[in-house]
């Protein structure tokens, strides 16, 4: 059973910075990128960075130069460094795994995961 477990949100003043932290847990053959959405109040979830294994990284272009994404293969592990944070950066924040093998039955298999979510509240 793979799971993702995000840490690192919280309350930060505008121009302040967070660093997110997402780890996927459990026999895992391979990962093929990792990534972060946000969804705000009312609005529609939207993708914010993503980075593959071999380290091709992608940004939303609101977030481009402030925000870092990140990834240590040996551990799972994925990162956001959100520098000068706005208060429209306020959202929940999920971890997401594409294409994550596992072996089930003998088998490789493949299956996307998401994390629970963790809140970025950036305000005054």
């Known amino acids: 059973q793979v799971q993702l477990v995000e840490s690192g949100g919280g309350l930060v003043q505008p121009g302040g910075s967070l660093r997110l932290s997402c780890v996927a847990s459990?026999?895992?053959?391979?990962?093929?990128?990792m990534g972060w959405y946000r969804q705000a109040p009312g609005k529609q979830r939207e993708l914010v960075a993503t980075?593959?294994?071999?380290?091709?990284?992608n940004y939303i272009d609101s977030v481009k130069g402030r925000f870092t994404i990140s990834g240590d293969n040996a551990k799972n592990t994925v990162y956001l460094q959100m520098n000068n944070l706005k208060p429209e950066d306020t959202a929940l924040y999920y971890c997401?795994?594409?294409?994550?093998?596992?072996?089930?039955?003998?088998?490789?298999?493949?299956?996307?995961?998401w994390g629970q979510g963790t809140r970025v509240t950036v305000s005054s």
């Open positions: 997401y795994a594409d294409r994550i093998q596992t072996f089930w039955a003998g088998k490789l298999v493949s299956s996307d995961y």
């Open positions: 980075i593959t294994t071999s380290g091709t990284s």
């Open positions: 459990g026999t895992i053959f391979s990962i093929f990128a």
